[in-house]
């Protein structure tokens, strides 16, 4: 029988769906490919045309739910305040689409976020690129122009580390994690402006030359 992308689309959708309940019931580590394959009522060689792997699953399950925040984001912007602020905003919505899977994170970005990590797939390399964008995008809007490779890896690693802190903050309302945030944030944008001006102030040495 000829599988429609109908088909593969809804089987896809269902085995996600599966897997966020059998990740947050039984923890990402607890969680096989068998459990999610049954839960999802596919075969278990079926999952595999899909995804690599667990790994990739989770990536594919993060991935959704950062998109779903991106696209919130983009309906309503933040208005007239200062790049660190919506940068902050940024964030922030994200962890909040993300709550519900707080605790899976530090798996994730071991095995395919991190700087370090030594593999990635197509979901953890999407919301990668999909929140760099969207950070150079409020760059842009603010003045700064685009960010340079060096700005955007020391943005990614600043996100991955709030990520993992965040898994673990145990203070009420995960406080400590709003003010890491803070001043993670306030940290890159002082970079961003230092090195805007010591850009500007080398170009007018060379005009005065």
């Known amino acids: 029988?000829?599988?429609?992308?109908?088909?593969?689309?809804?089987?896809?959708?269902?085995?996600?769906?599966?897997?966020?309940?059998?990740?947050?019931?039984?923890?990402?580590?607890?969680?096989t490919t068998r459990d999610i394959a049954r839960a999802a009522d596919v075969a278990h060689g079926t999952l595999f045309n899909y995804f690599a792997d667990k790994e990739a699953v989770l990536s594919a399950v993060v991935s959704d739910a950062v998109s779903?925040?991106?696209?919130?984001?983009?309906?309503?912007?933040?208005?007239?305040?200062?790049?660190?602020?919506?940068?902050?905003?940024?964030?922030?919505?994200?962890?909040?689409?993300?709550?519900?899977?707080?605790?899976?994170?530090?798996?994730?970005?071991?095995?395919?976020?991190?700087?370090?990590?030594?593999?990635?797939?197509?979901?953890?390399?999407?919301?990668?690129?999909?929140?760099?964008?969207?950070?150079?995008?409020l760059a842009i809007r603010h003045g700064y122009g685009e960010l340079s490779s060096m700005a955007l890896q020391l943005l990614w690693t600043l996100f991955t580390g709030i990520l993992i802190f965040w898994a673990n903050d145990t203070s009420p309302k995960q406080e400590d994690t709003l003010a890491l945030i803070d001043h993670s944030l306030a940290m890159f944008v002082g970079w961003l402006d230092d090195a805007r001006n010591t850009s500007t102030g080398s170009k007018k040495k060379q005009r005065r030359r």
């Open 68 to 137: 779903a925040a991106l696209a919130k984001f983009q309906e309503s912007p933040p208005a007239k305040c200062s790049l660190e602020e919506s940068l902050f905003s940024l964030v922030a919505l994200q962890l909040r689409q993300l709550k519900t899977m707080r605790k899976l994170l530090p798996a994730l970005v071991e095995s395919l976020l991190s700087p370090l990590a030594g593999k990635s797939d197509e979901a953890a390399m999407s919301v990668r690129l999909s929140l760099l964008d969207a950070a150079t995008q």
């Open 1 to 31: 029988m000829r599988v429609t992308a109908e088909t593969k689309a809804a089987t896809r959708r269902s085995l996600l769906v599966a897997s966020r309940k059998l990740f947050r019931q039984q923890g990402f580590e607890q969680t």
